[in-house]
Each structure stands twice: as structure tokens, then as C-alpha cells.
């Protein structure tokens, strides 16, 4: 638009280039929108369908029957599941499809388009699942005397959601219940006195479209007091002792008040070597000194707690490891390392090796002799001659 011919033609050949290859970006670019767009046109396109949609749930195993809206019975049209046709057992009647032995592969979005217009009529989010069985419920207090908590799940899965309704009494009166929001399958409640003689009664229920199912249980609250497990485990070595192992730990965060609900605690350990565990049980110390541990073998080593009167003793702690002290291996420093290197002095001769036979300057000697004494036995022959 705002290049003429004229500066088309004067721009030479590398500007006609520079065109084509803009151009072909400027397409390609064109196109990768329109396929964007068309992909999230589709994809609002499906939710706002299944927004509209009726959820229909089913049990499973059995046979489901899907009715077009309020069409006639005798009505003619057509099914789809999730815009593709129906692969599953199933069978047409007028208006209605009926899915044979269902299970959680049929569910999906199901639409009916009326012949021979093809209008759509209805639309159904069909889920299968199964009612749900009596929830397993416990109940336990970490933070006696404050109050406790109570946790449940199914035993089985349902496929559909479920939504739990939970009631707590004590004396004949409902107390309050609140929800926790981390986990969803568990409750806090606050006790209201402490020592009571009167029992607690918790009853959770399971519900979904397909059913509910409930359990109650009952208990004294001495029954449910159990603290987490004591915190910060530590087991060092001490000097210059083999055998011994300095443990020592806090109480669990969670327990309110360790002075008027004292705890007392439970300690095992072993060494890796060995399977079999010893115990302490000690009252209300949070420290203690093992006096038999096996020299240079590294233990294992966990602490449990409990309140003092009443409930029951804790879950094991972290395991920590130690080894009890090892004397250092003294250095031997060797004689060799430590002397200067010096030329050795060649060895006298009485240190020379005897060796068999005449030694090296024995024959020279003898010829110096022989010569000698012919040479004065010539000298003494001359005067005769």
C-alpha cells in the first residue's frame, strides 16, 4: 500500500527478495493464528457445551438409558459421545439410547441431534460409579486436654464425587465441628470438659447420587490420647568413652502442656548388626546416656512418648544413627622416611664378598714373578757363555 511500482522496480531484485520472504512470513504467521484461534474457539466451544449439559450418574454394571430431551418416543435421531459416534454397546429406541453394562469408560458427553434437520436437542454428562460403603472412621487426641480429631475414608472408590456429613455428641449434645482445611476427610472438635465420665459419639456419612452409607463410633476420651512422637532426636558420642551413647530429645510441639500433662517415654535401640531391640522406659527425662552399646558399631535409635496416666504410647520418632567414640590409631612415623639421603662410602676390602677360584689380579702377579726370575737366571748364565 504505501510501496509503488516504480519503487518496487528501482529496488533491484533483492528488494523483490526481501518482499517474497516477508510475505511468506507474513502468511505463515497468518496461518499459525487462525489454527490458534480456531483451537480455542473449539475449546470454549466444548466447555460452554458441557456447561449446558444435564449430568446424568449411573451405577455400574448395569444397563443406562439416556432419554432426548422431551422429545416423542418414537422420535428419530442421533447420538453422539464427545462429537464422535457411539462405539459402545448400546441400542436405539425412538428417541432413547440404552448403554449395555456400563462401566467407567462410557462416561463422557453425550448429544442428540433430531432428524432429519439435525438440530440439536439435548445433552447429557453421563458418570458411572458406584454408592459408597460405610466410611472407616478413628479418632484420636494429639493435643490433650484441647481437644481431638477425628479422620475417615471409604474403603472403596465411588468414581463420583462424594461429600461426607459429620456429627459429634457428647452427654446427649451436639458439639461443634470443624472442618479441617488441609485434609479434607478429617474434623477437630474441642472438648468440652475434661475427665468426663460421659462418652463421645461420632457418626460420619457418606453421600452421593448413587447412595449413602454411615458409621458411628463411641469412646471415652482417655481411650483416644495418643501424642505425636517426640521431636528432635539427637544421639551423639561421648569422649573417650567406647560404649556410650548420649540421646537426647523434645517433646512433640503439638502436646499444650507438658507440665500439667507430663509425658513419659519409651527409648529402643540396636546396632545395624542386629535385629533384636533393647528398651528404656524412663518417666518424664528427655535425655539418657546408653551404657551398653557394642564398641565401633554404628545403632539405630527412636523414641516414643505417652501421657503419663492415660492413653496410648506414641508412633516411633525419626530414627537417628550413632557411633560411641573411637580412639584415633596413633601414627607410626617410619625411621627410613626421616633420614637424610647421604652417598654410602665405598666398603673396605675385608668387606668384599669371598668368591671361589683365583681372584682377578692373581695371574698378573705370577707372570711378574716368572719374569722376574728368568730374567736373573739369564743374567747369571751370561758370564758363563
Not at 433430531?114 to 458418570?127: K, S, T
Not at 453421600?207 to 517426640?230: C, M
Not at 496410648?312 to 567414640?325: F, I, K
Request: proline fraction near 8%.
Amino acid at each position: 500500500m504505501g510501496l509503488s511500482f516504480w519503487q518496487m522496480s528501482t529496488s533491484g531484485h533483492g528488494g523483490c527478495n526481501k518482499i517474497r520472504v516477508s510475505t511468506s512470513m507474513a502468511n505463515t504467521v497468518t496461518s499459525l493464528c487462525c489454527v490458534v484461534l480456531a483451537a480455542v474457539v473449539v475449546a470454549y466451544a466444548q466447555r460452554r457445551s458441557q456447561t449446558g449439559a444435564r449430568t446424568q450418574y449411573e451405577r455400574m454394571g448395569g444397563d443406562v438409558t439416556m432419554q432426548c430431551g422431551s422429545l416423542d418416543s418414537d422420535a428419530s435421531v442421533t447420538w453422539k459421545v464427545n462429537g464422535t459416534d457411539v462405539k459402545a454397546r448400546h441400542r436405539e429406541e425412538g428417541s432413547r439410547l440404552i448403554l449395555m453394562e456400563v462401566d467407567v469408560s462410557n462416561n463422557g458427553l453425550y448429544s442428540c441431534f433430531q432428524n432429519p434437520n439435525g438440530e440439536r436437542r439435548d445433552q447429557i454428562n453421563l458418570r458411572i460409579g458406584t454408592a459408597p460403603r460405610e466410611p472407616v472412621v478413628t479418632c484420636r487426641s494429639n493435643t490433650y486436654p484441647k481437644g481431638f480429631y477425628c479422620s475417615w475414608h471409604l474403603p472403596h472408590t465411588t468414581s463420583v464425587p462424594t461429600d461426607f456429613d459429620v456429627n459429634v455428641l457428647h452427654n446427649q449434645k451436639p458439639l461443634e465441628v470443624k472442618r479441617d482445611v488441609v485434609h479434607k476427610n478429617r474434623c477437630h472438635v474441642k472438648f468440652p470438659e475434661v475427665f468426663s465420665s460421659f462418652p463421645y459419639k461420632v457418626n460420619v456419612t457418606a453421600i452421593n447420587p448413587l447412595g449413602r452409607a454411615s458409621t458411628a463410633i463411641t469412646f471415652e476420651e482417655f481411650n483416644i490420647v495418643k501424642p505425636d512422637p517426640p521431636e528432635k532426636v539427637v544421639a551423639t558420642p561421648i569422649p573417650n568413652n567406647v560404649r556410650r551413647l548420649e540421646v537426647t530429645w523434645n517433646s512433640p510441639s503439638t502436646w499444650p502442656d507438658v507440665e500439667s500433662f507430663p509425658l513419659k517415654y519409651f527409648l529402643r535401640y540396636r546396632p545395624l548388626i542386629r535385629d533384636q531391640w533393647q528398651h528404656v522406659e524412663l518417666s518424664d527425662s528427655t535425655a539418657h546416656t546408653i551404657t551398653d552399646a557394642y564398641a565401633g558399631k554404628e545403632y539405630i535409635i527412636q523414641v516414643a512418648a505417652k501421657d503419663t496416666e492415660i492413653g496410648t504410647w506414641s508412633d516411633w520418632s525419626v530414627a537417628v544413627h550413632a557411633t560411641p567414640w573411637m580412639e584415633e590409631p596413633k601414627q607410626i612415623t617410619s625411621t627410613t622416611e626421616q633420614e637424610p639421603e647421604t652417598t654410602p662410602s665405598p666398603a673396605p676390602p675385608s668387606a668384599e664378598p669371598h668368591r671361589s677360584g683365583v681372584p682377578v689380579g692373581g695371574a698378573s702377579l705370577s707372570l711378574h714373578l716368572l719374569s722376574s726370575l728368568f730374567l736373573s737366571f739369564c743374567l747369571l748364565l751370561g758370564p758363563l757363555m
